[in-house]
């Protein structure tokens, strides 16, 4: 199966966990395993949701200094500028990392974490992760097994049946989808696309897709962020009944998002 196709279905298999996201994305990125054609070439250059802008590597070479001469003194040559620190854990969050590739992002701290990969038990499902399951009025294995590809996930303590919820999965794709992908892979579920930018992070360019579903009634928002990381593209999902809850959550996702 082809990089873009398996993103797609990603994108749709999200849409099976109505107790929890109903996004649309995470398998179709694997359609193709070459660059995505006719994406936009113009990219943000910063991170619109940190706190600080996060310049890209131009990839020009300085001019190298002229020697001074021996008759004239000179200042010491600067050294090259260090990699960024990583930024700062914001209050009431904690660090989540998504292993595989090495990058690390804060998440609220009173979400569950979930790693189907180390749950593939009835013992070695942690008792927070079961409370999760119960609340939501399932099985602990059947709230694992709706996580089924995703490398790892947060939850929220449910709310009338629904948990806000994060998940993070690697698409073995080596660059972004263009417009015509994310035009594509919508339209095939029942997601309305409200919006999408293209920007820049810490660990590679992202494209952020807002949207919508109805899931047993009720009206859920939703995004989408994929980054690329060089060789793979890591997708997250974020997904609330309120917007205001999604952003927050893709805001500080955005802005801690670096590498370990």
């Not at 021996?70 to 010491?76: E, N, R």
Request: charged residues 15%.
């Amino acid at each position: 199966m082809s990089g873009m196709t398996r993103l797609r279905g990603m994108v749709l298999i999200g849409g099976l966990v109505p107790l929890l996201s109903g996004c649309l994305v995470v398998s179709a990125l694997n359609a193709s395993n070459g660059p995505a054609t006719g994406a936009p070439t113009s990219i943000a250059t910063f991170d619109p949701f940190a706190t600080g802008a996060v310049p890209k590597a131009t990839g020009a070479t300085p001019s190298p200094s002229p020697s001074p001469t021996p008759s004239t003194s000179s200042s010491p040559s600067p050294k090259p500028s260090a990699s960024p620190p990583p930024p700062a854990l914001p209050a009431g969050a904690k660090w989540a990392t998504v292993d595989s590739e090495q990058v690390r992002f804060a998440v609220a701290s009173a979400w569950v974490e979930i790693v189907p990969a180390t749950m593939t038990t009835t013992a070695s499902i942690p008792a927070d992760v079961k409370a999760i399951a119960k609340a939501l009025g399932i099985s602990a294995r059947e709230l694992i097994d709706r996580f089924d590809d995703i490398e790892i996930a947060y939850v929220a303590a449910p709310v009338n049946r629904y948990a806000t919820n994060l998940s993070a999965t690697v698409a073995d794709v080596g660059s972004l989808p263009d417009d015509d992908w994310v035009k594509t892979t919508y339209s095939e579920g029942k997601v309305k696309v409200s919006g999408s930018e293209r920007l820049a992070t810490r660990v590679g360019d992202a494209l952020r897709i807002n949207g919508t579903v109805t899931v047993q009634g009720a009206s859920i928002a939703l995004t989408t962020f994929i980054v690329d990381v060089g060789r793979h593209c890591i997708v997250f999902e974020v997904a609330a009944r309120k917007r205001a809850d999604v952003d927050s959550a893709i805001a500080r996702l955005a802005s801690t998002l670096h590498e370990i």
